[in-house]
Every structure is written in C-alpha cells, then in structure tokens.
C-alpha cells in the first residue's frame, strides 16, 4: 500500500516563504504531484516530479529524493490568495493518485 | 473550465435515500476516478473506471457502485445514505502529469 504524510497545518504572514513537507511510502514510484485547493473547490495542479532535484514554476518550487522518500513544496513571497489546502499525491502504477491529508496554509498580513 | 464535467453541483437528500452522481470526463480521455472528500478530510479513492470497465476499486462501500457508459461518462450510485456520506465527491480525468478534476458534486445528507 501507500502511506503519505503532510503537516495538517501552516501559519506565515504575507510575503514570506512557507515549505510543506511530504514524506512517502509506496512500491512502484511514478510520480509525485501537488495540488492546490481552496476550500470547497477541485483542486488545481500545482507541480510534478518524477526525477529527483527542484522543479521550479514562479512562486512555487518543488523538490523531489527518491531515496528518502521525500518531497517538499516551497511558495515565496506569499499572498493572501494563497490561503488554501496543498495535497501532495503520489503516482504507482495504473495512474492512479495517492493524496495525503493535506495542509492548510493560513497567510496572515 | 476544465473539461471535466460533474452534475448536479449540489445535491441535499434524506437518510435512506439513493442518489447518482454523473461525471463526463474531458473529450478523447478514456478514464474516469472518482473521490469523496469528507469535511477538513484528505481525498479517498473510490474507484475507477477506463473504456467502460472497471480497474481499480478502493475503501469503496457496498452500498457504492458505479458504472462507465458506451459515450464514456460515468455514474456514481449512492443508496441507503447515511449521514456521514456527506461530502464533496470529485471525478477526475487522468493524463501524463496528473488529474484534471471536475468541480465536483457537493452531497449533504440530512
């Protein structure tokens, strides 16, 4: 099976930079994705990794180990609009996602 | 607009009750995965569906079943609610760099 772990909570103020954790377990890696969701929306897709290294897409960076089975999504110069819930999901095989809890992110002024 | 489309958006029944959630995934994809999402909850698997058959099942209840139709959307049955099956249910579309979900189909059983 698959195991995905994600911090439940964030707090950071406006304009400074937040990093969500996600650690994993599965067999069969094929792939690690982050979505965006505000509540009561479908999330949107954020950013993927399938190699290890940085992926980095304006304001948002990912970060991908294999290895550690580790992942991390890092969002500078914070906005309010980000206020929202990040899922970090997992690919095994057959295409299907693996989502974690997920993490609420509250950006204060 | 994603190109995934869900109806209805909200759907408000009775405990004991049966509903169907319907889902027509973007044009050309063969897939269908459906989610629920419970309130402040992460999303769960339910199922999925390509080119009308079924391929994978999750936590699924017995009182679920859903089906993929010849023009490749797909329906989400839910009988004997229970108050606790209100949430938010997603399909989603799949292709090379994730999901492409639909605005989901809000249910609150009351």
């Known amino acids: 099976g698959q195991n995905i772990d994600q911090p439940t909570e964030m707090t950071a103020t406006e304009g400074a930079i937040v990093q969500i954790n996600c650690t994993y377990q599965?067999?069969?890696?094929?792939?690690l994705f982050w979505y965006q969701q505000h509540a009561g929306e479908a999330p949107t897709f954020l950013s993927y990794n399938v190699l290890d290294g940085l992926e980095e897409k304006g304001r948002f960076s990912s970060f991908l180990s294999r290895s550690k089975g580790y992942s991390y999504l890092l969002l500078k110069e914070l906005q309010m609009k980000d206020s929202a819930s990040y899922l970090c999901a997992v690919r095994a095989a057959g295409n299907k996602l693996t989502f974690g809890g997920g993490t609420r992110v509250l950006v204060k002024p | 607009d994603s190109g995934v489309t869900q109806t209805p958006k909200h759907l408000i029944t009775a405990t004991g009750q049966r509903v169907t959630l319907r889902c027509s995934p973007r044009s050309g994809d063969l897939s269908v995965y459906w989610y629920q999402q419970s309130l402040d909850q992460g999303l769960q698997f339910l199922i999925q569906y390509y080119n009308g058959e079924e391929r994978a099942k999750g936590n699924i209840l017995e009182r679920f079943s859903a089906q993929q139709f010849p023009d490749l959307h797909s329906e989400l049955n839910l009988s004997s609610l229970e108050l606790g099956d209100s949430a938010l249910y997603f399909c989603?579309?799949?292709?090379?760099?994730?999901?492409?979900f639909g605005s989901g189909t809000r249910l609150t059983v009351v």
């Open positions: 599965t067999s069969g890696f094929n792939g």
């Open positions: 989603a579309s799949s292709d090379p760099r994730g999901y492409t």
